[in-house]
């Protein structure tokens, strides 16, 4: 990477060099653009550069076309520029163009308004070039003493910067944040300060402290986060202050921020590998996990909380319930890490404990509807199952707790379940007996086919005695229905529909059926639908004339079964 990109903090991609302006089209945009579009401009020049092109041609028209303006978002851009543009030239001489932006800087750290003067100061903490930061001097100290916070905040790692860099420029910097820090009262200003001094003079910072020790409990969030961050590095530089920074420390693990808790409890495992230590910060870890909404959180403070399980095996046994405690978020992720965290603290002593508290939740996920509930049901199960072959006390109740819903769960669940007793058989020769009558027992009740097949591959292993065989194929033939399947289907089919069709008889006569249509094309080329009806009527018409015959031939009908009813009755 090019020499003037050493002391850049920023990298921006540029996504298609091939549509790169040219020199002259930016030039023309910086001299006759608008401030909104001279912004656009600056964030090309930016890109360009720090992608590799160092672009000096341009410096003097942003001096000239930028620097004057007043708009603060092409201020800001104008510091970014400042930035990385190259400094000095060939020689290693400062540039003659840097006169006139040291000066502009200057004015900027005069500024009437505070977010200039803040952002030019925030500028200075990266400058490198004793040159440039020289004139500079007069006008950063003079911003400790500004009446808004935002300049004061910024002002005072300006000065630390400068000492760490140039420490000849400015000799008194650790006496002037002293003095800074001691008279200043917004949180913020503080922090910065201590902050600051912590890191160009650790003495002066340590004075400072021990003036302060006592009130830290109840300094501002802050404060107490970077006073936490000096304690831990000091501790390895003074020992013999560690059981002082100690009972600070277990104090701070009853502060009401969160953030301080975290930190305190960090800090706490850092300085040492007491159990009583260790304990109390997983204890907060573990509030922690289960008091914060946020899942990043959670995550981060049971990975803590593992780190500690890792360093001292054996320690936190007894925090497996209260671990247990987070399984009430619905997060997935945050519930996969906690039982995996408890699967490999469970012991003997709380196995029993344990395997209760995953039996209710496993229930849950049948009673109520949780988010994934099917991929937590499966890493209950499969908790469940470790647990089990782990520690066969539990082995017996768990196997009788996971057959009692194989019937409920579905197939991938079920399948688990199968799985798990398949193990369990395998393993405990004295479970198998009344396993097998449970699984016998179950047939009835089983829908899915790989379950099905599980299940008669236990029962076909470990059906030994002959009247378990019996009982098993009683059931099984049970379960199966009348055979051949195919016929008694279909004749379950045709029962159904002699069913249907008693039902649509009305009255002793069946409903009409409904008319059924043809399609014709009429003379015109047009579709027309001829039904049964349409084809009665028109058969109906062609026969009028015959009405008259048609009653008569009725009337001597009639007429012949009268005399033959009279016939009979003689």
Known sequence: MASFLDHAYSLVHQ??????PTLADLKTQLEKGTDESKVETMKRILTIMLNGDSMPQLLMHIIRFVMPSKHKALKKMLYFYYEICPKLDSTGKLKQEMILVCNGIRNDLQHPNEYIRGNTLRFLCKLREPELIEPLLSSARQCLEHRHAYVRKNAVFAVASIFQHSSSLIPDAPELISTFLEAETEPTCKRNAFAALSSIDH??????????FDGIPNAEELLQL???EFIRKDAVQN???KPRYLRLIFDLLEANTSTVVYEAASSLTALTNNPVAVKAAAAKFIELSIKEADNNVKLIVLDRVDQLRRKSPGVLDDSVMEILRVLSSPDIDVRRKALN??????SSKNVEEVVLLLKKELSKTVDQEYEKNTEYRQLLIHSIHQCAIKFSEVAASVVELLMDFVADFNNASAVDVINFVKEVVEKFPKLRKPIVARLVATLGEVRAGKVYRGIMWIIGEYSLDEGDVRDAWKRIRASLGEIPILASEQRLLDDNDDEKKEEEQVN????????SGSRKVLADGTYATETALTSQSKKTAGTTRQFPETWATRDKEAKTASTRSTYHDD
């Open 226 to 228: 970077v006073e936490l």
């Open 203 to 212: 003495e002066k910072a340590l004075v400072y402290l021990s003036q302060v």
């Open 508 to 515: 002793g006569h069946s409903k009409p059926a409904a008319p």
């Open 15 to 20: 996504d298609n060099t091939a549509d790169v």
């Open 341 to 346: 965290l408890v699967l490999d603290m469970v």
């Open 239 to 241: 020992s013999q202050n």
